[in-house]
């Protein structure tokens, strides 16, 4: 049976304080957008979130960046239907990234919380979108089999920490540390004792 991501489900797992909630979402922001800025040397003026959920990047990206073009996609089809015009937020499958460019290049790619949900054929077809679409940062929140964590373990794919890193690095995506990964145009820029 297909999980239902409808209002409950993101009550359930995206708003309370001790799995989700607004503090910790502002840090994982705040080190994203740092992140970014620290590669490209500048401010980023765009995010694309994969998986967006509710689109609840969006009011803390605002917040410190202002100016951002932020556009979301997920699969959800009650977080599109409540939230897609307010918060620019379209359908789309991870897997859809296999052919889908709805964008130029952006500053911040966020798919956070998302990846180890998708099945294998599916994601290693979408991850070529998204490493196209990694112009400056990648923020890719995932779970490998070796993480213990608090959180949805329904549908959640036990692939090892190794299977990621091999994915990620054959699309052209180099490791940067806390879940953030350089798009393939960055991935130069890191000094050695950068690289993980």
């Known amino acids: 049976m297909d999980k239902t991501y409808d209002a409950a489900y993101f009550q359930r797992w995206y708003r309370r304080a001790d799995i989700g909630g607004s503090a910790r979402l502002a840090r994982k922001v705040a080190l994203a957008v740092a992140t970014a800025e620290y590669y490209l040397e500048r401010p980023i003026r765009s995010v694309l979130d994969i998986g967006c959920g509710e689109g609840a990047w969006r009011a803390p990206l605002l917040k410190?960046?202002?100016?951002?073009?932020?556009?979301?996609?997920?699969?959800?089809?009650?977080?599109?239907r409540r939230y897609g015009r307010t918060r620019n937020l379209h359908m789309a499958r991870f897997g859809d990234f296999a052919w889908l460019r709805p964008c130029a290049p952006v500053d911040l790619l966020v798919c956070s919380d998302v990846m180890h949900y998708v099945p294998d054929r599916e994601l290693r077809a979408g991850l070529a979108g998204v490493a196209e679409l990694a112009g400056g940062v990648a923020f890719l929140e995932t779970f490998a089999a070796?993480?213990?964590?608090?959180?949805?373990?329904?549908?959640?794919?036990?692939?090892?920490?190794?299977?990621?890193?091999?994915?990620?690095?054959?699309?052209?995506?180099?490791?940067a540390g806390s879940h953030c990964w350089l798009g393939?145009?960055?991935?130069?820029d890191?000094?050695?004792?950068?690289?993980?």
């Open 64 to 80: 410190l960046r202002p100016k951002v073009q932020y556009l979301g996609f997920d699969s959800s089809d009650y977080a599109v």
């Open 184 to 188: 393939p145009a960055l991935a130069g």
């Open 146 to 175: 070796e993480d213990e964590f608090d959180g949805d373990h329904d549908g959640f794919q036990a692939r090892p920490a190794r299977w990621y890193r091999r994915e990620l690095a054959r699309h052209g995506l180099q490791p």
């Open 190 to 196: 890191a000094a050695a004792l950068e690289r993980m």
